[in-house]
Every structure is written in C-alpha cells, then in structure tokens.
C-alpha cells in the first residue's frame, strides 16, 4: 500500500520540477549557441555585409558567402591535418591500450611508480619543453615533417591514453584474466582475445578525445611544420587574417569549416559508445 | 591412476606490499593430501586462506614456501593450464563477448586441438549439462544458473585431473543454490575427478563433502569426513564452526560433588551445573579444577531422561522458537544460551522453568586455554 500512496505523491512535483529544469537546461544551450549562430550567420553573408551593427542579422541574399573562400583556402591543410590526426589517433590508442592493460592487469614491481611517471606526463605544459623538442626533433631528422608531428602527438597523448585504458580494463574482473590463463591463454592471447574485444566503448573515448586534441591543437603544429604546405588547418585558420584587413565573412566561415571534422567524429563514433558490453561475463 | 593426487607440503603464503616487504601471511604452513577421485571442502570464515590455498592451486598466486604436486608432479612452477586443473569462479568469469560455445571451446582451441574434437566435446558437454540449445546465445541472456553451468562446462571440456571451485554458489539465489548443489555432487559422482571446493557456508561443506578441511586464519583446524568432524570435533573452533545453531559452549570448571565430578559453570549469575557421569567422567577427572570448555550439541539435549547416561539440567527458558517438527529453546545459562533442540510437542514460554537432560555419551570437554579436545 505504501509503495502506491508514495508513487502517486511522487508524480506531480516531480514533473512540475522537470519542467524548470528543462527551461533552464534550454536558457544554457540557446547561451552556448550563441557564439555558433554568429559565426554561421556571418560566414554566410558577403564580406562587404559583415559588420559589428549587423553581426546578429541573417545574411540578406544566399550564396557560399566565405564559406567558398574558405574551402579552397583550407582544403589542402584540412589535408594535411588528417594525416597528422588520423596516423596519431590510431598509434596512440593502440599503445595506450597495451599500456594501460599491462598496468592494470599484469603488475610488476614498480609498475605504481612507472604508472605515476607515466601520468605526471599530462601536467607537463607543452610550452616548457618546446625547445629540447624541436632540438632532438631536428636531431632524428624528424623536424618540420608531417611524421615528425605525429610522433609528438602520439607520445604527448599517451599519458591520458594509458590512463583511460588502465581504468577501463581495472574495471574488467581479474577472473576473467585468470580464467583465459587456466584455458591456457598468455599474455598476448589474453589481450588479443579477450580484452580487446571488450574495450570498444574504451577505444571511443580514447579516439573521439585525441583526434579532438590533436586537431585542435596549432602550437606544435605553428612550431614543428614551419612549412606552408604541411602546415596543419589551425595554423592555416590563423592565416586567413591578413596582416591589414581581415575578411571577417571567410574567417568565421572557415572556423565552422576546420571544427567540422572533430563534429563528425564524435557524432559518427558517439554512435558506437555502447553500455553495459560487458554484461553477462559476471554477476549482475 | 593417482593421477588426480594433490599433495600440500608446508604451505606458506605471505603477501608483500610493492617494494616486496612482507605485509600478511595467509597461509601458514599447511599440509593437506587430498586422495585421487576424493571431493575435499575447504571451509572456514573469510580471511582463513581457503581461497588462497586454492589459487595456489590452480597456479593463479605465487606460492611463497612448500610445495604442491598434482599426481607425480610438483606444481609450484607450472602455468595453470599446464597443471591439469580447471576451475570454476564465484562470480562465473565468462567471456561476455563470446557465444557460450565459445566460452567451452575457447581453452580447446588454444590447446590447438583438432576442430571436429572441439565440436563434438562441446556439444556432449552441452548436452549433459542442458545448455546444448543455447550454444549461440551470448552469457548475458543466461540466468545466473546458466551461466554458472556454462562455467562448469567450460572446466569439464579441458577434462582436468582436478576441479577446483572457489565459492561456486554463493551468487545463486537459494533455490538454484541447491539445485547447483546437488548437480554438483552428482557430477562428481559421474566423471570421478579429485574436486577442491572452497566455501564459507558449512551446510555445503556437510552436505557435498567426502572430506572437510576447516580452516581458520591461515591454519588447519580439522580435517575429517563430515560425521567425524560433526561428532568428534578437535578444537573450539570447529565445534562452534559445525552445525546449525553451534555447540552449546560453557566455560567452566569440573569440581567434586557429592556424588561424582560435576561440572560448574564460572559465571555469577545463572550458572548452570551439570553433573558427570560414564566416560565423560574418566576424561573429566584429568582435568579437575582446570578452566574448560563444556560442549554439547543442541540436539543432544532431550526432555527425557534416558537410563543412566543423561544428567538432568534445570534453567529458565529465555526465548523459544518452535519451527513446527521441533522447537529451539534458548536456555538461561552463566556464559551464554544453552540452546536445545527438542520436539516440537508443546509451546514454551519465556521465564518458563525447565529441565532438560543432557545426552552425556555425546559431551565433548575442550580446555580453555589450548581450545583442543580432552579426550
């Protein structure tokens, strides 16, 4: 009886709660949209029509705006920057997945300390290394090449890799470890045939956060490809603003344009976050 | 064949914290033969290193001293898989992304074994065990009884010298529980292996056990078949560890009465006396004015008197449960309830007065300091 009175009080409240909470939700995005709606109205519009007066005006007539100038102005560095991001994405989360599987599944001694080495990596500003860097980076031979960058990329992105790998395969019982090794599984086995096909939801995260990072990113991209034909998209965003006068309508426009890939990762890789994967190996 | 043999020779496991400095030793240098075909139970309280004894076992925990061979052959450096055991977790341990036929075959496959062999194992296996029409489904649609059958498959196919289970039941509901049980045992009785089961719950060591190792922080207490160590128990703690509800346990002293021995609890207020005769006599009169522990089961408490080997106990009644076929008294006693088990023929009643006999033929007297048996 109690169950029934309490769900009926339960209901009305609640919903009524629901529905200032979804107002207010709806107030911080329309705030957060903002800025988007600006940049999307003004990259529309003719670089002539674009002005502080009318910045919150739709475009008067359709046409590519600056988004046509933008598009041949950062195709090709769009380009380069998937041969950065995609190479180093890839390396980096197949690493990291070994690491972080090493360190929370087959622990040596020492391995806490190599762990907290390994992590204290992510606190290190990139600033404070960019000399030494570039130093041996020129050492290897590897400065002002695209491989060169990718090789940064993937090994600023290891400490955070290897910690979301870690955490994820702490969270699969050891038993399952130790079951493979009593079927007769090794190290190799175990990971290949049992954890890998378990981390999926691990491998998402971990790509949807590095290909945003290192698409994001413009200071070794401006520092270690001194080159304009292998600059990366962020500095040739940077570039788009002359040195006298900037077109605001093809700025703006190629914003939208360079931040369209790390959109379409997440939206098409967002699909593939699956719950509850490893439901079934264990009670519950 | 002794094949399926286990041997434990001066088992020690000691942990170490990272930098290799011993934190806590959970075996203590144990020795246990466990006879080929023989369903041994490892029982006791959690932290008594059961389960560490069992890991050591199956090769999963490095083993700090002594030795354990399996058959002929020392084990203590073999992989698990090469050990001839096969094991069965708590918690199932499947492989969520594989299809149960998967998660049987998977340990024949890495053994490279020949595909047709795979596939009829499996499926006689299967069948045996009623999971042949669920092969493709993954564990997730599976009950908790299914799955933990498929466990077992999986430990069946690799057709292992020993089986080793490591608190195979306790994420069972009740009713599954006993049924897993009783399968359990009855696979025992058809493959005929060396099994190691490892449980915190007596009612499964009694039940399922040809032997019984009970185990209490890191030692053997006892090893016994069930009947022995339920009537003959060697020390305190597995005279209150067996049997439900425990031994009645009063500490006391054996004094000369009038008529005989008898003994007196140590207690200001309610101590019962009790008084001895027959062979409980010649034990207790080794120990007259020594601190002890007088046992008796609750069962071995009866409302009548019997010729000459009962002693009558007065009391008060401090609670009574009656279950319909008998009734549990709790008794008033001067070191804690003396529980009866008596047939269920009448209701009692709190502060009601009572006498019951005790069945001396089956007391057992342990000393109080060394917590071993007199005999």
């Not at chain 1, 360190?103 to 290394?129: E, H």
């Not at chain 2, 450096?77 to 918690?91: C, H, S, T, W």
């Not at chain 2, 199932?92 to 036929?101: N, R, V």
């Not at chain 2, 009623?130 to 690799?158: F, N, T, W, Y």
Request: aromatic share 10%; with cysteine; hydrophobic share 45%.
């Amino acid at each position: 009886m109690s169950i029934f009175t309490s769900g009926v009080r339960a209901e009305l409240p609640r919903k009524f709660r629901d529905y200032v909470i979804l107002g207010f939700l709806i107030l911080c995005l329309l705030f957060f949209l903002m800025p988007f709606y600006v940049m999307i109205v003004n990259g529309l519009k003719e670089a002539t029509s674009v002005s502080v007066s009318t910045m919150w005006n739709l475009p008067t007539q359709l046409s590519g705006g600056g988004f046509v100038e933008a598009f041949q102005r950062l195709g090709p560095s769009m380009g380069n920057s998937l041969l950065i991001a995609i190479p180093a994405t890839i390396i980096s989360a197949c690493w990291g997945s070994v690491n972080g599987y090493l360190f929370a599944k087959w622990k040596f001694r020492g391995s806490n300390i190599l762990f907290a080495l390994l992590v204290f990596g992510m606190f290190i500003p990139y600033q404070s290394i960019l000399i030494p860097l570039i130093q041996f980076l020129e050492m290897i031979r590897l400065y002002g090449t695209i491989p060169g960058l990718v090789a940064v990329h993937v090994i600023y992105g290891l400490p955070i890799v290897s910690l979301i790998f870690r955490n994820y395969f702490t969270n699969i019982p050891d038993e399952m470890v130790e079951a493979a090794r009593i079927d007769g599984a090794g190290l190799v086995r175990i990971f290949t045939n049992v954890m890998l096909p378990l981390s999926l939801p691990a491998f998402v995260v971990v790509c949807i956060f590095q290909f945003t990072n290192i698409w994001n990113d413009f200071l070794f991209g401006v520092t270690i490809l001194t080159n304009p034909q292998a600059q990366p998209v962020t500095v040739a965003l940077n570039n788009l603003q002359g040195s006298y006068s900037v077109d605001w309508n093809v700025v703006m426009a190629g914003a939208i344009t360079a931040a369209l890939p790390t959109a379409l990762v997440y939206i098409f890789l967002g699909r593939f976050f699956i719950r509850g994967l490893l439901a079934g190996s264990v009670k519950g | 064949m002794n094949d399926g043999a286990v041997h434990i020779t001066d088992l020690v496991k000691t942990y170490t914290d990272d930098r290799g400095r011993p934190t806590f030793t959970a075996v203590k240098k144990i020795n246990l033969e466990i006879n080929n075909g023989e369903f041994m139970v490892l029982v006791g309280p959690s932290g008594c290193g059961k389960t560490t004894t069992l890991r050591m076992v199956a090769g999963l925990e490095k083993i700090t001293s002594g030795t354990i061979s399996i058959g002929d052959r020392v084990v203590n450096d073999l992989e698990p898989k090469d050990r001839g055991i096969a094991m069965v977790f708590q918690n199932y341990a499947l492989y969520p992304h594989m299809s149960i036929f998967n998660n049987m075959a998977f340990g024949l496959q890495l053994a490279k074994k020949k595909k047709d062999f795979i596939q009829e194992t499996v499926s006689r296996t299967s069948k045996a065990l009623g999971l042949d029409h669920m092969l493709e489904r993954k564990p997730q649609a599976l009950s908790g009884g299914q799955r933990q059958r498929v466990a077992l498959g999986r430990a069946i196919v690799r057709n292992p010298q020993v089986f080793l289970f490591d608190e195979p039941l306790s994420n069972l509901d009740a009713k599954m529980r006993v049924q897993m049980r009783s399968e359990i045992s009855r696979l025992h009785g058809q493959l005929g292996n060396t099994m190691i089961y490892v449980t915190h719950d007596q009612v499964e060591a009694m039940t399922m056990g040809d032997r019984i190792c009970v185990m209490k922080d890191g030692l053997i207490m006892q090893v016994a078949d069930p009947l022995t160590l339920y009537r003959q128990p060697e020390n305190l703690f597995v005279a209150g560890f067996i049997g439900s509800p425990p031994m009645n346990l009063l500490k006391g002293k054996v004094e000369k009465g009038d008529g005989g021995l008898v003994f007196k609890e140590t207690a200001n207020e309610n101590a019962v006396t009790i008084p001895l005769k027959g062979p409980v006599e010649t034990i207790a009169a080794k120990v007259v004015g020594k601190s002890i522990v007088f046992g008796i089961r609750p069962e071995h408490l009866t409302e009548e008197s019997k010729n000459g080997s009962t002693a009558p106990v007065s009391s008060t009644i401090d609670i009574a449960e009656p279950m319909g076929s008998e009734s549990l008294v709790y008794m008033r006693a001067g070191t804690g309830n003396l529980i009866a088990r008596i047939h269920g023929e009448a209701l009692y009643h709190m502060g009601q007065p009572i006498t019951v006999y005790v069945n001396l033929d089956k007391v057992a007297l342990f000393d109080a300091e060394t917590e071993s048996v007199i005999r």
